[in-house]
């Protein structure tokens, strides 16, 4: 699988969307729950992982042609526009061809019970979700932010599977009336009082009466239904069960790529991404980390080939962490050659990996390096490659805000108060207001003897030599 390296690929605009394969043949309901087609191994290359750039549709870092690709939401048949950046999907096909089928469903939805602004986490229906840099945001939401979201709000959550709930790829609004819905791994199956777990979340199929054929402790699948609000516990009752291979296997010797975190770990060679088991050799080929990263709940990115027995043999695991760097304000120079975008004095490279989305006044749907302009409102979210340059994970062209501030977060060095330094630009917070990650305003000493080590968020504007006066500084984690 040559060409998966970060940075390396071949188109440089976007990535392609991998869409769930599982759900792309019919769609039959019976007795309250659907049976997907094409739930068996795919003949050909496959790939899951986010969706980041529309032309065609690019996928985790892959561009497939979509004229003739058979695509499913939920189950039920959908057209391209339907598709959203950061959606998580399956997609058979061949990088750089045409896909055949590619897919998506809804992994969790449901009322927000509680926040943690310090962890970066909500929790819906009992599953804990984290929202990261890399995390993409639906209107009407402060994108990575937590804090935009209100405790009873419904939302509706894609992301990658972890012992406790997701890690979110992306989450919008929902409405009040849309079902609530939850997947994961059957657990703590009782017959007789007809409940199962997945994750955190209690599931009742008391008013369905009877599982999916086949059904067991272990089975994949997704529930949907009511919230019982006078349950003890987090409990969906549950109107339709839908089990679902989570990660589809090619072929023998199909190429295949599989975006998600690790779901189990039994050694450096024997663990499982989103469900698929995967193994190494010693040829296997580690990026942005190295094979001691690997753990439960790690988010990882695996390309290779599948054997006989459906097994994803790994050529390459990209351990790449999630975005810290953020940073707000005009495009001040942009280099085609090279891909690379230029705000607040830090370049900014771009990559097959980037996600871009549009939130500016033309929110345009096929958006990439090419419709960037001078002066166009960015909000770019990435990794530190050095000083004043880092790696671009979301690229978000913006509204120019009213206040016209810039905003850098990163986390915090060079600490000698009043100053600090972000992104590699020396922040001076002397008239500064500060806080901590629930927003309560700290003195000086208190700020500055708690940042070393920590997410901070400046804004203001920039000086003549290239710094920052800080008007605010907060503790983000």
């Not at 068996?40 to 985790?60: C, E, H, R, Y």
């Not at 897919?103 to 990261?132: E, F, H, K, M, W």
Request: include cysteine.
């Amino acid at each position: 699988m040559a060409g998966r390296t970060r940075g390396r690929r071949w188109f440089a605009g976007g990535t392609a969307l991998a869409l769930s394969a599982f759900l792309s043949g019919s769609y039959c309901s019976y007795r309250g729950y659907y049976t997907p087609g094409g739930a068996g191994a795919a003949s050909g290359p496959t790939t899951i992982g986010p969706v980041s750039a529309f032309a065609s549709i690019f996928v985790d870092g892959d561009e497939f042609a979509t004229g003739t690709a058979t695509i499913t939401m939920d189950g039920s048949a959908a057209s391209e526009p339907a598709l959203h950046i950061g959606q998580v999907a399956t997609v058979t096909g061949t990088p750089g061809g045409s896909a055949t089928t590619i897919a998506t469903y809804t992994r969790l939805a449901g009322p927000v019970t509680a926040i943690d602004l310090s962890a970066g986490t909500v929790t819906i229906l009992g599953q804990t979700v984290l929202i990261t840099g890399d995390t993409i945001v639906g209107a009407g939401l402060a994108p990575t932010d937590v804090g935009g979201l209100a405790l009873g709000a419904s939302v509706v959550v894609d992301g990658y599977r972890t012992s406790t709930g997701l890690i979110a790829s992306r989450f919008e609004l929902g409405s009040l009336a849309q079902a609530a819905r939850v997947g994961g791994i059957v657990a703590q199956l009782d017959g007789l009082q007809q409940t199962f777990t997945l994750a955190g979340t209690t599931v009742s199929f008391a008013t369905l009466g009877i599982l999916p054929a086949g059904v067991k402790t272990g089975s994949y699948l997704i529930a949907s239904g009511s919230v019982q609000s006078a349950a003890l516990t987090p409990t969906l009752a549950a109107t339709q069960l839908a089990p679902l291979t989570e990660s589809p296997a090619g072929g023998n010797g199909a190429a295949g790529v599989v975006h998600g975190a690790i779901t189990r770990f039994a050694s450096l060679a024997d663990f499982d991404v989103a469900g698929q088991p995967v193994t190494t050799t010693a040829t296997t080929l580690y990026l942005d980390g190295a094979a001691t990263s690997l753990a439960a709940d790690v988010e990882v990115e695996v390309a290779g080939t599948y054997d006989a027995s459906g097994r994803l043999d790994a050529s390459s695991i990209d351990i790449s962490p999630a975005a810290v760097v953020r940073i707000v304000g005009p495009v001040s120079a942009l280099d085609a050659g090279v891909a690379t975008i230029s705000v607040a004095g830090t370049t900014l490279a771009t990559d097959a990996h980037t996600r871009w989305d549009d939130r500016g006044v033309l929110q345009q749907r096929t958006f990439a390096f090419a419709n960037v302009a001078v002066g166009d409102w960015v909000e770019v979210r990435g990794v530190a490659t050095g000083s004043l340059a880092a790696t671009a994970h979301v690229l978000e062209r913006r509204v120019q805000p009213a206040t016209g501030l810039i905003e850098l977060q990163d986390v915090a060095a060079a600490i000698a108060s009043p100053f600090l330094t972000l992104t590699g630009i020396s922040v001076n917070g002397r008239a500064a207001i500060l806080s901590d990650v629930n927003g309560q305003q700290l003195t000086l000493a208190t700020f500055f003897s708690l940042a070393p080590g920590r997410i901070v968020r400046a804004t203001g504007t920039l000086a003549a030599d290239g710094s920052l006066i800080a008007q605010t500084l907060a503790l983000r984690q």
